[in-house]
């Protein structure tokens, strides 16, 4: 029986410690500063927009961590001495192991804009940052946001629920238009005006202003624009949480640098989740992955492989998704923002200019490789499967019923996305497969492949 | 100030005006319980106008010019619906209207021969409808069909993404309003027993009971058609289409308890208990007052059929009287409703209800129902456990990417509703019935 100690217990850190009591009956010990429970930092917003509580975004039970006899201590990990495999905590105890996984997540970036530091500008991403925004929210009567990704556009939605007026300074022409196509970039920037939301684009902050008091009371943008306000959040993405070992012998770059088997330069030591950096990512990933899922497949990777059966991680096929106000996104597969030279794309949108579907192709071979949905809910194991299948773009579209996984009753716009289509390519394709949940069943059970 | 404060602003007075509103109709029935108020249609019918306007024109005020979407804010702020003090006034007021109703209906002028009090305030519409004055249960039953439908209203609004809860509460809506107020209203006016032709037994208790076997038979062809439809109801209609459909067809569509817990409950369904040891409470409480219904009926109709009023020294009667104390009174009623705004609002069809644990067995087992998780894309987020009813924590699910098969389930349809990452789906499907919620769907493989 080994030692197990994980520093983080974010969602990686988590799986691993399920996985690895699952599979073995090693001691495993859970150490983390930001909170004593996991908690899922996905949901931080709904808690403050209160549509729960912060029991509600715990999905363990606090029984459970006792029952499956996973010790928690709740402190900074402040240095790790390799050689003598062990970690000193701030609270001046230490903590031997066997095994060390690191899956110590992400932090905020800060670009290093002048005023960055004043009180009322913070990223959000800990649960200390959700406090210290609640703390500051009576107080606020305009507030800014800095950079148009996924955490700022929820920040936009958290304000709004306040009844708190936001100006949402977006770099990019349309929003997150350097990962989604155009048309969907303009499709949200749209839908974000129509929230109410004061939305730049284009716009760059060129500094936080403070008062005598170390406290912001407005922005300066590149133009010379100046906004007054009582808060900045600073959404410009996140970078892996490495600084407490950056100087130690772990080689890093940009993430901690793992290997197939999510293995770190040291043995014994492994690195999961936001932190960690993949040395040769598998063809149409990346190296930093930055989401929910890739932390939960890696941490059980990982308990796989320290449990003795070396596992390879392979995160299969892309996808994601996210929430633009009321706009649900889905993406599955290769979808690039701008087409590249082999590769073309088929568009719908429904005409009330929420919905629409995209899906790429390979211009010769004319192969589906990836979808881009916004408003419309399809059926993961259909897409992964028509991508895996090398499904011809027609073939996806005579099959498309398959995939609709919106709620019953629902507008069945398959017909206005087949009309569509043949009209652009001069086409008689028809419907061959329903929407039932039978037919897509016995379309995935049909010698399914695997990754 | 910006449009946008000017918008918030007037959305605030117009609210405030709609609680004054709504308030002062309830008011007058208040007045009327104490006899200060003159009886009359004209002014009973205000009333209860000036409640439903007050809470359409609230609703309308909260919704009308906000985008389709998902609208929780501040469910956990809200004095009214986060068990604040505003929770707690209306869970006593509505328990302390429950034992009134049930127990010392007198209270509420219930009498004898003539009414006063807030029944008589009633007996009006109840002369309109069927030519014979009100009882408590007239008047319960007036309140309970406009509650679901000034709030199912409201629901529809809130929901109004979904078509799948504007149809469903469209459901309710009618089966309430016209197979249990208005059909046995009109069958009574015309002299013929009492039936709600959508009540089922165990839920429907007495349906077994000797006197109302009686009342059936004595009455002739449509007596007999109550009787065998109600039998119907029990062995075929019921199994098939939850086979077909799961219990939602019943418990989210259909039925009474039901029908009030989905409209004047949705803003409690957040508050129902979603620990571990609340499902194992569950499965004791709700088995227990099934078997305890089957073998009171059973009783019940040994003596009625054989004459012989006690089986091993046990008063059938008096099993049965107890069972309508316990169960069909302080169980469904003072808790099941009274409880709303502090235990949620599905506290009866959750831990009590008979016919909710038999379709809900064969929910578990025999149907093609489940709701399926859309592969990798849960993130764990909580909004469906939360805003389960039935307390099903379903992200326990949807995180391994598990069917969910769950007896309890009402398919009520709202953790899809909610969910923000579209993976939960109500779907039937008949190849895989017994494979059902059986395997994750692992995409870490
Ligand atoms: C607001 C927000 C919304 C998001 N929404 C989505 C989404 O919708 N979909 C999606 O896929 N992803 C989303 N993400 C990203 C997702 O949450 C992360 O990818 C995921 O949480 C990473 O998990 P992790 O376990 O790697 O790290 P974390 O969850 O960051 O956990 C790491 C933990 O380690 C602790 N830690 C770090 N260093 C130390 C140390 N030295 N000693 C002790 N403890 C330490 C940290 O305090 C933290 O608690 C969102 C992120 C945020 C902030
Ligand atoms: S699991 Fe979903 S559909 Fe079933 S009762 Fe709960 S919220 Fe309703
Ligand atoms: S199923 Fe949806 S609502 Fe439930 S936890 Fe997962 S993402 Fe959240």
Request: glycine share 10%.
């Amino acid at each position: 029986m080994s030692k197990i100690a994980i520093i983080g217990n974010g969602i990686s850190g988590v799986t691993a410690a399920r996985f690895i009591r699952k599979n073995s009956m090693h001691e495993v010990v859970l150490i983390s500063e930001e909170s004593e429970y996991f908690f899922s930092r996905t949901a931080l917003m709904y808690v403050y927009m209160g549509h729960m509580r912060w029991k509600d975004i715990q999905p363990y039970e606090r029984g459970f961590w006792k029952k499956n006899k996973i010790d928690l201590i709740q402190a900074r990990a402040e240095s790790i001495q390799f050689d003598k495999k062990c970690i000193q905590l701030n609270n001046g105890s230490t903590v031997n192991y066997d095994y060390l996984i690191l899956a110590t997540g992400s932090k905020s970036n800060k670009y290093g804009w002048p005023g960055q530091d004043l009180s009322g500008v913070r990223g959000l991403y800990h649960k200390q940052d959700l406090e210290y925004l609640e703390r500051c929210s009576s107080g606020i009567r305009r507030a800014v946001i800095v950079g148009g990704g996924l955490i700022g556009i929820e920040l936009a939605e958290m304000f709004q629920s306040r009844n708190i007026p936001v100006s949402f300074l977006v770099r990019e022409p349309q929003f997150w238009s350097m990962i989604l196509p155009e048309e969907e970039s303009k499709m949200i920037s749209r839908h974000i005006l129509q929230h109410g939301i004061d939305l730049r684009l284009n716009s760059q902050l060129k500094e936080i202003n403070g008062d005598e008091a170390g406290k912001v009371h407005s922005v300066t943008l590149d133009s010379g624009e100046e906004i007054k306000c009582d808060y900045v959040g600073l959404t410009a993405g996140v970078s892996p949480n490495i600084k407490f070992i950056e100087s130690s012998e772990i080689e890093t770059d940009r993430g901690i640098l793992v290997d197939e088997y999510l293995r770190t330069n040291i043995p014994d030591v492994f690195a999961i989740g936001d932190c960690a950096q993949l040395r040769n990512p598998r063809r149409g990933r990346r190296d930093v992955e930055a989401v929910w899922y890739t932390g939960r497949m890696m941490g059980e990777c990982v308990a796989q492989t320290i449990c003795g059966e070396q596992k390879i991680y392979d995160p299969g096929i892309w996808f994601n998704s996210a929430k633009f106000f009321d706009i649900e996104y889905q993406v599955y597969g290769q979808v690039p923002s701008k087409m590249t030279d082999d590769l073309e794309s088929f568009y719908w949108a429904h005409e009330n200019g929420k919905k629409s579907i995209r899906i790429v192709y390979e211009k010769i071979q004319q192969t589906v490789v990836g979808f881009n949905l916004m408003g419309i809910r399809f059926r993961h194991e259909v897409c992964e499967q028509w991508i895996l299948r090398k499904s011809t773009l027609d073939k996806v579209l005579e099959e498309i019923r398959l995939a609709f996984f919106d709620p019953e009753f629902y507008e069945d716009c398959s017909a206005a996305i087949l009309e569509n289509y043949c009209k652009k390519f001069g086409k008689k394709i028809e419907a061959t497969a329903g929407w039932r949940l039978d037919e897509a069943n016995l379309f995935l059970n049909k010698n399914n492949q695997k990754t | 100030m910006s449009t946008f404060g000017i918008k918030i602003l007037q959305k605030g007075r117009n609210k405030m005006w709609s609680v004054v509103i709504g308030f002062s109709g309830f008011l007058m029935l208040v007045a009327a319980t104490y006899d200060l108020l003159p009886v009359g249609l004209f002014i009973l019918v205000i009333s209860l106008t000036l409640i439903s306007c007050g809470i359409i024109l609230y609703a309308y005020e909260a919704y009308r010019d906000v985008p389709e979407g998902i609208k929780n804010n501040h469910n956990f702020f809200n004095s009214l619906s986060s068990r604040g003090w505003l929770g707690w006034l209306t869970g006593m007021v509505l328990t302390g209207f429950y034992i009134l109703l049930y127990w010392f209906p007198e209270y509420l002028g219930q009498g004898d021969k003539s009414n006063t009090g807030l029944v008589a305030f009633f007996d009006p519409l109840s002369q309109l409808l069927k030519k014979q004055n009100a009882s408590q249960w007239f008047v319960y039953g007036v309140l309970y069909t406009l509650a679901i439908l000034i709030m199912g209203v409201k629901f529809i609004w809130k929901y109004k993404h979904s078509k799948y809860q504007l149809i469903r509460t469209l459901s309710v809506i009618f089966f309430q309003l016209a197979f249990a107020f208005l059909i046995p209203e009109f069958m009574l006016r015309l002299n013929m027993p009492y039936n709600d032709f959508k009540n089922m037994w165990p839920l429907n208790y007495y349906f077994f009971d000797g006197w109302h076997l009686q009342e059936m038979m004595q009455n002739g062809n449509i007596g007999w058609l109550m009787l065998i439809w109600g039998v119907l109801m029990i062995v075929v209609v019921s199994p098939v289409l939850t086979y077909f459909f799961g219990k939602r067809w019943y418990c989210s569509w259909v039925c009474g308890c039901g029908g009030l817990a989905e409209t004047a409950g949705d803003p409690f369904r957040h508050l129902s208990d979603k620990s571990i040891a609340a499902w194992k409470v569950e499965r004791y409480l709700i088995y227990s007052v099934l078997v305890f219904s089957v073998v009171m009926t059973a009783g019940v109709l040994y003596s009625f059929y054989s004459g012989i009023s006690s089986i091993a020294g046990v008063n059938t009667a008096s099993l049965r009287s107890i069972y309508g104390f316990l169960i069909g009174s302080a169980f469904s009623g003072v808790i099941g409703v009274g409880f709303y705004p502090l235990l949620g609002s599905r506290v009866w069809c959750r831990f009590g209800c008979p016919m909710a644990a038999i379709l809900g067995i064969q929910q578990k087992f025999f149907s093609r129902f489940r709701i399926t998780t859309n592969g990798g894309q849960c993130i764990s987020c909580g909004n469906c456990s939360t805003y389960c009813e039935m307390g099903i924590d379903v992200r326990a699910y949807a995180q391994k990417g598990q069917d969910i098969v769950r007896a309890s389930c009402v398919g009520c349809g709202v953790c899809s509703a909610v969910c923000p990452r579209g993976v939960l789906r109500l779907e039937n499907g008949s190849i895989d019935i017994f494979d059902r919620g059986k395997k994750g769907r692992n995409f870490s493989q």
